[in-house]
């Protein structure tokens, strides 16, 4: 059986989850990412991946639909025997997310469900049917926002889920340290992605109100918060425990 440490991220096919993968894998860490359609992106990070020396592969994951969690799972028991001849993973990264922008006096009960179950209701069942493979004395990393510390308009159901995933990550970390499994937030700010169309990266004036309200005068990138999320995985960061990361150069300080 293999002795090398393996990642599961959600979502990484793309954006953060990419810089993610890109980054565990700079570690030292074989990655097990997951993608809901754009399967084509994610075989280009699994190469990518492989391209450095580490072992990689890509499954279909639809973050927020739980009653698909169990057959993913025996997916991942597949690839685990097969790519990696291993057992169980280290790393659980809930990075998968989709945006929504909505007033609150306009928020429909659709889009609100919609939210729940991609950023809280999945996390919190995904990370609970994980549990026979998570290795002992592994670690879950749960994705917030800064816009669970600050507020902006339109963004009340998003940023709620996200104060709710900061909750139950201390919940996880009070619950499974037995295990000797830490549990930490990372919460990024505002990132030139392709999230939410694009907004903060493709639109000039976003991007430069962004900048005004952040300590470092610039919006963030993907390769802001990738080395955050590997640093968490190694040993180094043993002792973290419970706590809410916030990368967001400086937003609104």
């Given amino acids: 059986m293999s002795t090398s440490k393996i990642a599961l991220v959600t979502g990484g096919s793309r954006g953060l989850g990419k810089s993610m993968a890109l980054n565990l894998a700079k ?3 074989d990655v097990l990412l997951t993608y809901h359609s754009q399967q084509a992106e ?5 190469a990518e991946i492989k391209a450095q020396g580490r072992q990689a592969a890509a499954l279909p994951l639809d973050a927020g639909n739980v009653a ?4 993913f799972f025996e997916q991942v028991k ?7 001849q291993a057992e169980q993973f280290q790393f659980l990264i809930n990075n998968a997310g989709t945006s929504l922008h909505a007033d609150f006096a306009d928020t429909t009960e659709a889009q609100f469900d919609e939210v729940m179950n991609v950023h809280l209701k999945g996390p919190f069942f995904l990370t609970q049917k994980a549990l ?3 290795a002992d004395g592994g ?5 917030s926002s800064g816009l669970a510390r600050f507020s902006f308009p339109g963004s009340s159901a998003y940023a709620a889920m996200k104060g709710a995933i900061e909750v139950l990550t201390r919940y ?9 499994i830490t549990a930490n937030v990372v919460a990024p700010g505002a990132i030139a992605t392709d999230f939410s169309g694009g907004m903060v990266r493709d639109n000039p004036q ?4 962004v900048a005004s309200m952040t300590a470092l005068g610039r919006v963030g990138e993907p390769e802001d918060i990738g080395p955050i999320v590997a640093f968490l995985c190694t040993d180094d960061a043993r002792w973290i425990a419970a706590q809410r990361i916030e990368a967001s150069g400086g937003t609104l300080v």
């Fill in 139 to 143: 670690r879950i990393i749960n994705i």
């Fill in 132 to 134: 026979p493979l998570l």
């Fill in 42 to 46: 994610a075989e280009a990070v699994v």
């Fill in 68 to 71: 698909s969690f169990d057959a």
């Fill in 78 to 84: 597949t690839a685990l025997h097969d790519t990696f």
């Fill in 27 to 29: 570690k030292g860490i």
């Fill in 172 to 180: 996880q970390a009070k619950e499974l340290g037995a295990r000797g």
């Fill in 206 to 209: 976003v991007n430069a109100m």
